[in-house]
């Protein structure tokens, strides 16, 4: 294989190395090719775009390949544990017993939030979308733990990262409870990762929640299966925030906004709604994916498709058969799955898909999952992002590690007027 590519410009031929990675993608290094050519490449959406080099997660969309620092995640589905993997993530390997017990410690440790930051919730109205109360919130974190603003040890780093990852659940919990109302539940010290942040959603003064291992298990894949996807949209926000050296706290804050969109994190909200309004009558599978094809149509099937997969997202394959284990568990029916399996059926067995390679992706089953557990549909983002949190803090981490990381500011082609005088207001036509 080449190890250069060469381009043409006229007359001129310029030659630029070809980067491999350890599972033999390729790559054109054009970093010299403004320099020495004059020109920049264009490519909106960035479908051709290498950003940086990365040693966190691997992809092979074609194949439907999903692997966490080399684990493929399928393997996940037999050991579930959230903390664990948001360890693998951020440090690189698998944690001793040791660490993991001092990173589950610190966990547990920061899960309370400031006291003066409860108040920050009362001032949203309560119909605020909790995805903007996180993010909020996420934010104003720095400013009760300014030691965030200089983190330079990995000590500090790890603190930091626990931290975060311990006090999202709270956040969450407490929007939700903004939004109903209720009463703030405190963490319970003795409760591990899923079953405190149940806890803290669902328990009552006077009564307290009880977690069942069904829903323990799920939820940890859920967050597991959620927890990175390489540069994704909102994972590019973290890296291009942070790339600007800012803090971790406010790189993730913005991360949270970029899921927030129906095309990427919102589209979980999205695909609950398009099965309830089958459910309801309003429409049928089959209409619902006529209309999805339909060229002047804004309809999509919502939890298809994928940038990266053209083959089966290896996620929504784990999610699905969870979605059925937990259901089977708890000894109850939902007909939004049958109605998400017969949607499946019918696109998959589409040429409109079949020839486009669109197949379900994370988001058509994790809603099923998430509302047998009892969760609301404006929390499903939420809960994404505190499954995709410690995929945020890894790749801000291996960004401010990466000597030589400059501030990512990408160009454009102009295509507004040319030079024009200003006119003065009153001469204007
Ligand atoms: N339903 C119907 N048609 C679709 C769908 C869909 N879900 N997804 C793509 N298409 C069609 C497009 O209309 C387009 O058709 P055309 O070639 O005739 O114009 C073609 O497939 C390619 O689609 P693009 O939008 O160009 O593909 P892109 O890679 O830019 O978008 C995306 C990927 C945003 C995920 C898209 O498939 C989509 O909108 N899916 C529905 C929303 C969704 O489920 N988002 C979650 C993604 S996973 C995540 O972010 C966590």
Redesign the pocket.
Known sequence: MPQTARLTIGKTEYEFPIVEGTEGERAIDIERLRAQTGLITLDP?Y?NTGSCESAITFIDGEQGILRYRGIPIEQFEQHPNFGEVAWLLIFGRLPTEEEYTSFSTDLTEHANIDEAMKHHFEGFPRSAPPMAILSAMINALSCFHPEVFTLEDPDHFQMAAARLISKIRTIAAYAYRRSRGMSYIYPKPGLRYVPNFLHMMFSQPYQEYVCKDAVWDALNLVLIL?AD?EQ???TSTVRMVGSSQANLFASCAAGVCA?WG???????V??LQMLEAIHQGNTTPEEFVRL??Q?DSK??????????YKNF?PRAKVLGRIAERLLAGMGTNDPLLEIARKLEEI?LSDS??ID???YP????YSGIILRAIGIPTNMFTVM?AIGRLPGWIAHWWEQNETPGTKIARPRQIYTGNGATDYVPMNVRS
């Not at 309809?299 to 990266?308: D, I, K, P």
């Not at 992706?361 to 058509?364: Q, Y």
């Open positions: 959406g479908g959620h996807h994704n949209c909102s899921l129906p095309l990427h994190g919102g589209a979980n999205e695909v999805a094809k060229e309809a999509r099937l919502m939890g298809f498709g994928h940038r990266v997202d696109a409109y898909f486009r390679k669109l992706n994370v988001d058509f994404f």
